[in-house]
């Protein structure tokens, strides 16, 4: 089944300490990307990659990380999170940019 | 850079009846894709109905269908013979067809318009 997978899909943690939500596709996509989701602001991009090795910010990338050294995989990395990350996040690939993106099932963070 | 409008926060309507959900964009671009994408209280985002600029035919897809007018830019969406599994956010979204290479290049969402079924 073509998909793409987050993990965790929830996490509750505290100011500081490192996380990773990791994002795997299995439909051989080119673009992957990483939206947060916020009330009343609908989904706004933090990250993209359009291939292997190469990535570019988005419209908020401050306090993120990404890294893309294999096609089916793009971790978003919190090197130090603040309560202002606390979001819905979205992971999304497609096979290229223009094309419609599938989208993971969303990561809920909870940062204290 | 791009924006989309969503202008109506919430939208309810009959099971059964029609309803029509509003989308305007801002863009100097002449070639790009148009998109509806259905939230639904799972939190999953699933498409709905692609436009792509170029093209003059309205997109349709069973009982989703959109008008779009290009000049006005304007990206409306009608559900027809609506269905209490209608009920969720909809997402307005822009992408452009230019393949930039650098800063944001994604889907521009607007904020969403929340749609109630009364049954």
């Known amino acids: 089944e073509a998909q793409v997978t987050q993990n965790p899909r929830y996490l509750i943690t505290v100011t500081g300490k490192k996380l990773t939500v990791t994002c795997s596709q299995n439909?051989?996509?080119?673009?992957m990307s990483w939206y947060r989701q916020d009330p009343g602001l609908g989904l706004r991009q933090i990250y993209y990659?359009?291939?292997?090795?190469?990535?570019d910010k988005g419209d908020v990338p401050e306090g993120y990380k990404v890294s893309r050294k294999e096609k089916r995989n793009f971790p978003l990395i919190l090197e130090s999170p603040s309560p202002n990350q606390t979001s819905l996040y979205f992971c999304?690939?497609?096979?290229?940019?223009?094309?419609?993106?599938?989208f993971g099932d969303g990561t809920r963070l909870s940062i204290l | 850079a791009q924006t989309v409008t969503q202008s109506q926060p919430e939208m309810s309507v009959q099971e059964a009846e029609t309803v029509t959900l509003s989308c305007t964009y801002d863009?100097?671009?002449?070639?790009?894709?148009l998109f509806w994408y259905k939230q639904p209280p799972s939190r999953q985002m699933i498409l709905v109905i692609r436009?792509?600029?170029?093209?003059?035919q309205n997109a349709t897809e069973n009982r989703f269908s959109v008008n779009f007018q290009k000049a006005a830019k304007s990206f409306s969406l009608k559900i027809s013979d609506s269905q209490l599994g209608d009920a969720a956010m909809y997402f307005c979204?822009?992408?452009?067809?230019?393949?930039?290479?650098?800063?944001?290049?994604?889907?521009?969402f607007g904020k969403g318009t929340h749609l109630i079924i009364q049954p």
């Open positions: 999304a690939s497609s096979l290229w940019g223009s094309q419609p993106q599938h």
């Open positions: 439909m051989n996509h080119e673009y």
């Open positions: 990659s359009m291939n292997v090795e190469v990535t």
């Open positions: 863009t100097s671009e002449s070639d790009y894709y």
């Open positions: 436009q792509e600029a170029y093209k003059q």
């Open positions: 979204a822009y992408r452009s067809a230019l393949w930039s290479g650098g800063g944001a290049d994604g889907l521009t």
